[in-house]
DNA sequence: CTGTTAGCGCCTTCAA
DNA sequence: TTGAAGGCGCTAACAG
């Protein structure tokens, strides 16, 4: 009965061969006799041995087939968010046919240097709430693909936010229309808030950020003025967060008659609490999402959005990961018309 | 300009100490004096040093820090499930504050040992659907925390299942009811089907089939025969699998009057489409879910379901992984009374 | 408190 | 096709 467990050299020496020719046996067939390979790696899991340890061989080759998934936030918020989950689901499809492995790692972490060593390269869903990630992710001599945002000669792969808001608030708006935004991640507050132009100003690179000016070219088109006391920053996409903005929006003596939501999570939310408050939706009040999440089909009135394909952004982010020469892309939306707005 | 980055003992060199100091400084500060610690920490940052190499760490200490979360099914499906999500958060929140990391893992995989020294150990959610990965758990002399599900000689953290089915199915049902099971994962086909007896011998651990057995306790106690025309199983816990079931039981001439679900999402699928078919819910048919997820409270009738705490659940797990001699654990879990029963 | 040294397990020239 | 040897970067034991 042996304890100690099996290492490339104690096989070699078991099976009277050099430690190469095991190593070669797992790893590179051609450098040995079809036969003499399988007779190797048969009596390699005769012996229990099932290949090269891959700490070592990650130390040794520089390389360790994992993938850091980096979500903009703490990993037990982003894990729950339906769009978010799209994207993971895109991406591990394509992980898993590369025999790849992934990492999560929260955006609000301290420092990347904490994994670094272990990983091949980094695929960012979104600005990491901690700005210092991006700064590191800038120098990172590893493999960097961005999602929704831009770092410096980074193959990313984004919507066109800025031209979808555009679209669904033309969409939603006439003139005269009285608008509410209600914004997600707009500001770097952890509460929901109302919103001052100041605070928007070092968030510029944010998918919020560019939603909210997609926005406000419709509404400048369309002769609508802003009015700054009905803008709101939404810290996380949840019920819970985005019900105190609800409130506080039926809470003024004259509603809105529109209200643009930066997800859909958001806009059922706020959708529920005016119904439960007896508002009437689209007839006192239009709302519109975004995202274009499954969920929004099994509410009435069917919520009015922007679908992207979250999944299918996973995949193309994995696949420009895995991509000799990673060149950026944008992916399509479309605008689904319901009945809220 | 330097081109080579920085090592451990590079930077020994450069600093006139020996590599143990360095070492020291980042490792064991008892071990130097505060003054000198911050003199070598300071520099190293100077000189764009960030810590030892963790890859060579990994492989000289033998751990890492990071966690292999084992989830029964492909990453691609289970990130999408809202159980399943609710217990990641869990787990994640206490990796945090441990300042690891968790890979995530497919239980369809091939076999463990693609990550296994990479890894400090396992906690595998879930029976893994490739079962010759149990055979390798068993082995693995890591540590491995199981959840809902057992394995020799391992810690494990579960709600009891057969119990909390039997109360469900107790509450729902009066004598002479004619029931239908809508299981989840209690065969091992892909597709939506009728099930018979023998396609269930060899999943007899499963968290499905121990509700099975609940069920079958409550129908028994109350005289109610089991038809097992009215048996199907549902192979992953999504709206378009359980529809097909819907559909099926929907053919029927007489409709069940009660139909017992695995959980949530299939029993709100089955509801949707029995009210779509004007089926009146729970005057004609009864339903009851499982699990208690957020989005039963959004829909009308409400759900009547089991509740079970699996962010909860999900930190249980991972405290038990860290912990020195982690013990099986049992978690609480209570009926919710919703409207359609 | 500091320095020296022997591996952790492997891969990859290089020479045979 | 195979074997020997150097080192990937680090840590822990031990000696000073």
């Known amino acids: 009965m042996k304890t100690k467990s099996n290492t490339l050299r104690s096989i070699a020496e078991q099976l009277n061969v050099s430690t190469a020719t095991i190593s070669n046996a797992f790893n590179r067939p051609d450098q040995l006799s079809k036969v003499k390979r399988e007779e190797i790696l048969s ?9 090269p340890n891959k700490a070592a061989q990650s130390l040794r080759r520089g390389r360790s087939g994992i993938i850091a998934l980096v979500l903009a936030d703490s990993i037990d ?9 799209s ?3 895109g991406v591990s499809e394509i992980v898993k046919e590369h025999d790849s492995h992934l990492l999560l790692f929260s955006g609000s972490s301290t420092s ?21 990630l991006l700064k590191e992710l800038e120098r990172c001599p590893k493999k960097v693909i961005t999602v929704d945002f831009e770092i410096q000669d980074r193959a990313s792969v984004s919507v066109d936010n800025y031209q979808a808001a555009y679209e669904i608030a033309l969409k939603a708006l006439t003139p005269n229309d009285s608008v509410a935004i209600v914004g997600l991640r707009i500001t770097n507050d952890e509460v929901t808030t109302r919103v001052n132009n100041t605070s928007l100003a070092n968030v510029a690179t944010s998918v919020g ?8 070219k419709a509404m400048s088109e369309l002769g609508i003025e802003l ?25 003024r003596e004259r509603l809105p008659n529109t209200i643009l939501c930066m997800s859909d999570l958001i806009a059922l939310s706020i959708l529920k609490e005016l119904l439960s408050a007896g508002v009437k939706v689209p007839e006192q009040v239009k709302i519109v999402g975004f995202d274009g999440i499954e969920e929004t089909k099994r509410h009435h009135p069917i919520l009015s959005t922007v679908y992207q394909n979250s999944t299918e952004k996973g ?11 990673p060149t950026t892309t944008m992916l399509d939306y479309h605008i689904l018309e319901g009945e809220s707005c």
């Open 43 to 51: 009596a390699c899991k005769e012996l229990g041995y099932f290949g």
């Open 87 to 89: 994207f993971i689901r």
């Open 209 to 216: 950020y560019k939603r909210y000016e997609g926005y406000l």
């Open 315 to 325: 995949r193309m982010a994995a696949h420009l990961f895995k991509s000799k020469e």
């Open 227 to 251: 009015d700054t006391s009905l803008v709101w920053n939404v810290p996380e996409s949840t019920q819970e967060h985005a019900k105190k903005a609800a409130l506080d929006i039926l809470d």
């Open 112 to 132: 990347i240097n904490s994994v670094i060593d272990f990983v091949d390269g980094f695929i960012c869903y979104g600005t990491p709430r901690n700005s210092t």
């Open 77 to 85: 918020y982003m894990i729950s968010d339906p769009v978010a989950s």
